[in-house]
């Protein structure tokens, strides 16, 4: 499974490899998340908007999960999204401890700037 983190406009934006088992229970928690609010969307700005999740292989359910700014996108395979909420972006947060270790020490410092301001 690969995660960009969705940071920069204009340039390349770093991407990282998550194991099996911890892809798995990534993707067990999304599920598990409540219906996001009416009129929730994911960031849309120009720099920071999220993390984008795909490769979940043919067995997964989904295409792309986009997971920005207390919200969570699921694309599933017909093409149908669900909008899902990410109270207090924990699962974001997990997703940066996650990339902590997997990316340049720039992009982390950039990347907990953004998610902290």
Known sequence: ??????????RRNPVFGLPPDTGDAL???IAALP????GA??????????FRISGGGPAA???EIVVSGGVVVVRDRGGTERLLHDEGRSVERSLADLAATRVHPDDMVLLRRELNG
């Open 27 to 29: 993707v067990a928690r």
């Open 35 to 38: 219906p996001a609010p009416p």
């Open 1 to 10: 499974m690969d995660v960009e983190i969705d940071l920069y406009s204009g």
């Open 61 to 63: 359910e989904f295409t």
């Open 41 to 50: 969307a994911p960031l849309q700005d120009l720099g920071y908007r999220g």
